[in-house]
Each structure stands twice: as structure tokens, then as C-alpha cells.
């Protein structure tokens, strides 16, 4: 079966540094996406990788093993607004996105 | 640029009442379209995708189902609403093809709160 695994809640500090990690075993590997979704929002798109290595885009960074069915967000220099819901999904085969359970990031002063 | 409109916002139903939640998409053409549900606390399930007029694939054999009348709209519906339909109901849509970077966007979403 098809299956990825998220942290169900993490909690860091504002101004500190957080890795939300997210694995996966899927039927093939056409591209890992991140989203953010805020409490009674829809989700956001923050990321996507296919290749291997990381991708930084402002105080965001996603890491992607595909050897290792491995992913990571991080967040740097976090601010109260990050506090959300973060969403691993997958792109199988057949180019259908599996989803995550999301990893629910509590942001203290 | 493209938007994505969903309505209504909140929908409170009884128990074995229809339903119907609409979604339309401005700014581009034959995009792919979704329909998802999100229970509390879990993932997306996807119920519904169509990538063309009248072209509905159903991935959760349930008791709603999908309409595309026209190319920017998606509509999902039911003719008896259970308590297990609760849930946050997304629509999304993708630009047409199979690019595997291709990025779902999403609309605001409905509540749907079936007593």
C-alpha cells in the first residue's frame, strides 16, 4: 500500500529554528510537494521536489532523498503566522498525489 | 491569474437531505479539477477528479458524486446526506497534462456539518 508518515504535532519557539520530516513509500516517484494550511483554511502550496538536495526559497527549505523515501521542511527564524498545519504529499505513477496526515506546528512566544 | 471560487462557505444539513457544492475557476482553460474531503485531524481523501467536460473519475465508491457541465466548473453533489459526509470539502484544480511538478491550488474550501 501506499503510505506517508508525518510527525502529528511539533512544537518550537519563535525566532528558533524547526524540521518537520516526512517519509514515504509509494507505487513510483513523480515529485514530493509541501503545503501550509492555516486552522479552517485551504492548504497553500510552499514547495516541490524532484531531484535530490534542497530547495530554499526565503525562511523555507525542502530536502529530498528519494534512496532514502525521505523529506524535509524547515523553517527558520519562525514567526507566531507559522503556526499551521504542514502537508507532505507524493506524486505517484499515475501522477495522483497521496497525502500526508500533516505535522501541526504550535509556535510559543 | 487564476482564482478559484467555491461556495457556500458553511453548510449545515440534516441527515437524508441532497446536496450540492459548486466550484468554478477563473483564468485559465481545461484545467484538471478535484474534489477533496478532509475529516478532522486526518489527510485530503480525494473523492473526485475530471480533466474535461463530463469526464468524472471517482476514487471512493460513496454515496456523492460529481458533475463538470462546463469547463471551469465542478460540482459535487448528493441525493441523501449521511453523518459520515461531515467534513471540510476542497476543491482544487491543476494545469491539464501529466507534468509531475504540476501544482494543485486550492479554493477556500466548504464546511459541511451533517446533523
Known amino acids: 500500500g501506499q503510505n506517508i508518515d508525518q510527525p502529528t504535532e511539533m512544537t518550537a519557539t519563535e525566532g528558533a529554528i524547526v524540521q518537520i520530516n516526512c517519509t514515504y513509500q509509494?507505487?513510483?516517484?513523480?515529485?514530493l510537494f509541501w503545503y501550509q494550511q492555516h486552522a479552517g483554511e485551504a492548504p497553500t502550496f510552499l514547495s516541490y521536489?524532484?531531484l535530490d538536495g534542497l530547495e530554499e526559497k526565503g525562511r523555507f527549505s525542502s530536502f529530498l532523498s528519494r534512496s532514502k523515501g525521505y523529506s524535509y521542511l524547515l523553517l527558520k527564524e519562525l514567526q507566531m503566522k507559522d503556526s499551521a498545519s504542514y502537508l507532505c504529499?507524493?506524486?505517484?505513477?499515475?501522477?495522483?498525489?497521496?497525502w500526508g496526515a500533516g505535522t501541526k506546528l504550535i509556535i510559543k512566544p | 491569474s487564476q482564482t478559484i471560487h467555491q461556495w457556500p462557505a458553511t453548510l449545515v444539513q440534516p441527515v437524508g437531505s441532497p446536496l450540492s457544492l459548486e466550484c468554478t475557476v477563473e483564468?485559465?482553460?481545461?484545467?484538471?479539477l478535484y474534489w477533496y474531503r478532509q475529516a478532522a485531524g486526518r489527510g485530503l481523501q480525494l473523492l473526485f477528479y475530471?480533466?474535461?467536460?463530463?469526464?468524472i473519475s471517482s476514487e471512493v465508491p460513496q454515496n456523492l458524486s460529481a458533475s463538470r457541465p462546463q469547463d471551469r466548473q465542478f460540482i459535487l453533489s448528493s441525493k441523501k446526506l449521511l453523518l459520515s459526509d461531515s467534513g471540510f470539502y476542497l476543491c482544487?484544480?491543476?494545469?491539464?497534462?501529466?507534468?509531475?511538478?504540476?501544482?494543485?491550488?486550492f479554493g477556500p474550501g466548504t464546511r459541511l456539518t451533517v446533523l
Open positions: 482544487a484544480w491543476s494545469s491539464q497534462g501529466l507534468a509531475g511538478s504540476d501544482t494543485q491550488y
Open positions: 504529499a507524493v506524486r505517484d505513477e499515475n501522477y495522483q498525489l497521496i
Open positions: 509509494t507505487s513510483g516517484f513523480n515529485g
Open positions: 483564468g485559465t482553460s481545461n484545467p484538471n
Open positions: 521536489n524532484v
Open positions: 475530471s480533466v474535461g467536460i463530463g469526464q
